[in-house]
């Protein structure tokens, strides 16, 4: 638990880190941020397919990849100004979230319903 606790605040400080840096139009920043973001991507994946054998390590990064994206282009239309577009990302973004989630419960039920393998008694 600690550990993932301790990817998701480095995740939130990221981006932090990201929005303020585009906020502030600091590109370097801002790109140092993004790749810190594809970073802790590769992470998560690897979390997450150590825990249980039915989260496949590059499924789950690519399911991070598509949240930090969205998450990148919905700042992006915010600081444009094109609150037309962040509404359509966010639409895409809340259909994600969801995927995430699905992938992740399917992941839980899966694991709980296998069954138990004990070593053989001797």
């Known amino acids: 638990a600690q550990q993932y606790y301790n990817l998701l605040i480095r995740q939130i400080s990221t981006y932090r880190s990201l929005v303020e840096a585009m906020l502030a139009g600091d590109s370097s920043k801002a790109d140092a941020s993004l790749k810190q973001m594809y970073v802790l991507a590769e992470q998560i994946a690897d979390f997450f397919a150590r825990l249980s054998p039915y989260w496949d390590r590059d499924h789950f990064r690519y399911l991070q990849y598509q949240y ?13 100004g094109d609150y037309a577009r962040e509404i359509e990302i966010f639409d895409n973004f809340y259909d994600l979230t969801n995927i995430i989630a699905d992938y992740v419960s399917r992941g839980i039920m ?8 004990s070593a053989p008694q001797t």
């Open 68 to 80: 930090f994206q969205a998450l990148y282009y919905e700042v992006l239309a915010i600081v444009q």
């Open 110 to 117: 899966l694991k709980l319903s296998a069954p138990v393998v």
